[in-house]
């Protein structure tokens, strides 16, 4: 089915520890985003892209790196874990409307849940 | 940057009861405000969206006013039923353009939960 797909689900890892987050979609959309999701504090964005081989910062950016290598793809790294970085990661893709700006709708993936002890 | 403020984080209901959840924005160059609902276990679905030349829209028991004026944003739900119970988010695009990917940035969502 056509959608979002986010790896791994789950993963446990210790401070100092590094990984990539992986984000396919096969929706041919050109804008693609990482979300944190933290209790009481609602979605809030990573980094996000615009097309292939484009990034960006988004609101809380540090301790992350993101590529988009192809246009299906966006990874989220972290270089050295900290456990301020559990957290449940969600990543997006969306296609602009053509009718204003900011007027996309975004299709997310099912979630990564990351725990940093 | 645009900051979105929603209210309440939690609200229960008995079922058939009407919910309301509020939202304001901080940028008045904002124009399109989506609400987002997310069930255990799954990734936010967008349930509604209005953009900043309508004031009301409304979806068979849902609607979404806005007062641009004010800068808040309401989602109304009516006639509530059990499967209604699920974080709801609400959404600001704030001044980006194309060049800004469209991103949203999101309340603090709310947990509802309809009591059969």
């Known amino acids: 089915n056509a959608g979002v797909t986010q790896t791994p689900k789950f993963r446990v890892l210790k401070t100092g520890q590094s990984m990539t987050l992986l984000c396919a979609q096969d929706m041919n959309h050109e804008y693609m985003y990482w979300y944190r999701q933290d209790p009481g504090m609602g979605l809030r964005l990573i980094h996000y892209s615009v097309g292939e081989g484009t990034t960006a910062k988004g609101e809380v950016p540090d301790g992350y790196n993101v590529s988009r290598l192809k246009k299906q793809n966006f990874l989220l790294g972290l270089e050295s874990a900290a456990p301020s970085q559990t957290s449940v990661y969600f990543c997006?893709?969306?296609?602009?409307?053509?009718?204003?700006?900011?007027?996309?709708?975004?299709?997310f993936g099912a979630g990564s849940r990351l725990t940093v002890l | 940057g645009e900051n979105v403020e929603q209210h309440p984080s939690t609200l229960s209901v008995q079922e058939g009861d009407s919910a309301v959840i509020k939202c304001t924005y901080s940028d008045s160059a904002s124009n399109y405000f989506p609400w987002y609902k997310q069930e255990l276990g799954k990734g936010p679905q967008l349930i509604i969206d209005?953009?900043?030349?309508?004031g009301e829209k409304k979806d068979q028991r849902i609607a979404v006013t806005l007062n641009k004026t004010a800068k808040h944003f309401s989602l109304h739900i009516t006639e509530t039923q059990p499967e209604d119970s699920a974080v709801y988010f609400c959404a600001a695009s704030g001044s980006g353009g194309y060049n800004q990917g469209g991103k949203l940035i999101f309340g603090q969502g709310t947990e509802l939960s309809v009591k059969p």
């Open positions: 997006a893709s969306s296609y602009p409307t053509g009718q204003g700006s900011g007027a996309n709708v975004l299709t």
């Open positions: 209005i953009r900043s030349n309508v």
